[in-house]
């Protein structure tokens, strides 16, 4: 292998850039373990990783993906041998360590999750880091408490790649989901993805945020934040949780303590970058099995290759993506 194809951002002084480039391996940064890439995808971070304000990118030139599926072609790790399938997200990669948008990657050994059986590698990518977040969000529920038979859970941000997951999951397992989004067009896509009921979003917030409102659900995954989530708080039955993992809605949440000290809701935060690495396998576990959604093809809304990249991008930060976009490499 004399080079390979990578997507590389570059910024120098007000000119940026985002194109294919060939690169070789000695342009990759340390790792144990060097995978031929066969998956990536498309998240908000990779997003804004490609556009010159996304303060996402620590040093230029860069390749971003932060998660990839492939195949290890050579390791000085023994955990890991030429032909292991294995899956890398989270920690550095497609942040500060060459990411998943390049044909090759040298990732650390202790980033690197073998693939379980019962995944594909194209399964895997298609769940990737969105859908690691949401099981990691459902787990977290489950350990607090929540069952199917405590009630309704409300997944927020429905459409996107948590939401979508989220839905996916929670109806495998035997929820009511009531999915909450502000595109009436995608009513009927949630629905075949598990949700029973499709709420607006002016359901959850309305403009006023009060200390107490009806308790409505038993518990939320919330990747929006903001002020919704003050909002879905004070609408949580007593001694149910909301799993928190975004801030599409902002960052400030002013909500009161009342539903803390008077129903006992819990506000579980959700960190899938650096999650133990047992916590780490055992969600990819559930994902193999339990976890798995019925219904993965439904959640691809496209499948593009290197190539397509900088074109399809910004589609995230426009509002426009609707479940997960798939990069085949």
Not at 40 to 45: D, E, F, I, L, P
Not at 232 to 243: K, P, T
Not at 294 to 317: D, F, H, S
Request: glycine fraction near 10%.
């Amino acid at each position: 292998m004399q080079s390979f194809d990578a997507l590389v951002v570059n910024k120098e002084e007000e000119q940026f850039s985002v194109d294919i480039q060939k690169l070789t391996i000695e342009d990759l940064p340390e790792g144990e373990v060097l995978i031929r890439v066969q998956y990536s995808g498309v998240n908000y971070k990779d997003s804004l990783a490609a556009i010159p304000n996304g303060n996402i990118v620590k040093n230029y030139p860069f390749v971003p993906g932060i998660d990839l599926a492939g195949v290890v072609v050579a390791s000085v790790d023994p955990r890991f041998k030429e032909g292991d399938e294995v899956i890398a997200t989270s920690y550095e990669i497609g942040v500060a360590h060459f990411g998943g948008y390049s044909e090759y990657a040298r990732i650390p050994a202790q980033w690197i999750v073998p693939l379980p059986e019962g995944l594909s590698l194209k399964e895997a990518m298609t769940i990737g880091t969105a859908g690691f977040t949401a099981a990691l969000s459902v787990l977290r529920l489950e350990d607090n408490g929540v069952k199917p038979e405590k009630g309704k859970v409300l997944v927020a941000g429905a459409t996107g790649g948590v939401g979508s997951f989220a839905v996916s999951i929670l109806s495998k397992l035997g929820y009511e989901v009531e999915a909450s989004t502000g595109k009436e067009s995608e009513s009927e896509y949630l629905k075949n993805i598990g949700a029973s009921t499709i709420v607006p979003r002016e359901e959850i917030f309305d403009g006023k945020i009060r200390a107490l409102g009806k308790q409505k659900w038993a518990a939320a995954v919330d990747p929006v934040g903001g002020e919704p989530l003050a909002s879905l708080l004070s609408q949580i039955q007593y001694g149910g949780s909301v799993a928190v993992s975004g801030l599409t809605a902002g960052t400030s949440v002013p909500t009161t303590v009342f539903p803390f000290i008077l129903r006992g809701v819990n506000l579980l935060g959700i960190d899938s970058v650096y999650c133990d690495m047992e916590t780490r396998l055992k969600v990819w576990e559930r994902l193999a099995t339990d976890f798995k959604p019925a219904n993965l093809e439904e959640v691809i809304q496209q499948e593009v290759t290197l190539k397509e990249l900088p074109e399809v991008l910004p589609t995230l930060l426009k509002g426009q993506a609707r479940g997960r976009i798939l990069v085949k490499l």
